[in-house]
């Protein structure tokens, strides 16, 4: 697997941590920055569904807006789920519905999700892979 480039958003610091922790130990190389209140941008963007000041939702509604972003991958990543949320965020664009489980299903999800997004950076997912789950 090539060298990416990520930024994830969330305003859980724990969570952050395990994340990056999953990618060493999957062995995905990764350029990670992160950030925690869903104000900056790259290769793809693993964004937290409910962060304070700005939610998930409201940052992929003005990402695809915006003429440079309008086609940055978006993973959308929460321990809740609903599924009128779920569509609606399908609907907005994002690629996929990332379910926060364990450390250990993080590794797995986050490895396979890169992976498909590398092989089809280009390709949006159908819904019936939206949601990624362990």
Same mark, same amino acid.
């Given at each position: 697997?090539?060298?990416?480039?990520?930024?994830?958003?969330?305003? +859980?610091?724990? +969570?952050?941590?395990?994340?990056?922790?999953?990618?060493?130990?999957?062995?995905?190389?990764? +350029?990670?920055?992160?950030?925690? +209140?869903? @104000?900056?941008?790259?290769?793809?963007?693993?964004?937290?569904?409910?962060?304070?000041?700005?939610?998930?939702?409201?940052?992929? @509604?003005?990402?695809?807006?915006?003429?440079?972003?309008?086609?940055?991958?978006?993973?959308?990543?929460?321990?809740?789920?609903?599924?009128?949320?779920?569509?609606?965020?399908?609907?907005?664009?994002?690629?996929?519905?990332?379910?926060?489980?364990?450390?250990?299903?993080?590794?797995?999800?986050?490895?396979?999700?890169?992976?498909?997004?590398?092989?089809?950076?280009?390709?949006?997912?159908?819904? @019936?892979?939206?949601?990624? @789950?362990?």
């Amino acid at each position: 697997m090539d060298m990416l480039r990520l930024l994830l958003a969330d305003d +859980d610091k724990d +969570d952050c941590a395990l994340f990056k922790e999953a990618l060493v130990e999957a062995r995905v190389p990764a +350029d990670i920055q992160t950030v925690h +209140d869903g @104000e900056r941008l790259p290769n793809a963007l693993f964004l937290g569904l409910n962060m304070p000041r700005k939610n998930g939702l409201e940052c992929l @509604e003005e990402i695809r807006q915006n003429d440079k972003l309008q086609h940055l991958p978006v993973f959308i990543r929460s321990t809740s789920f609903d599924p009128a949320v779920a569509g609606l965020l399908f609907q907005k664009g994002a690629r996929h519905y990332i379910r926060k489980q364990t450390f250990g299903s993080l590794k797995k999800v986050v490895y396979n999700a890169l992976k498909v997004f590398q092989a089809a950076d280009h390709i949006k997912s159908s819904w @019936e892979h939206f949601v990624i @789950e362990s």
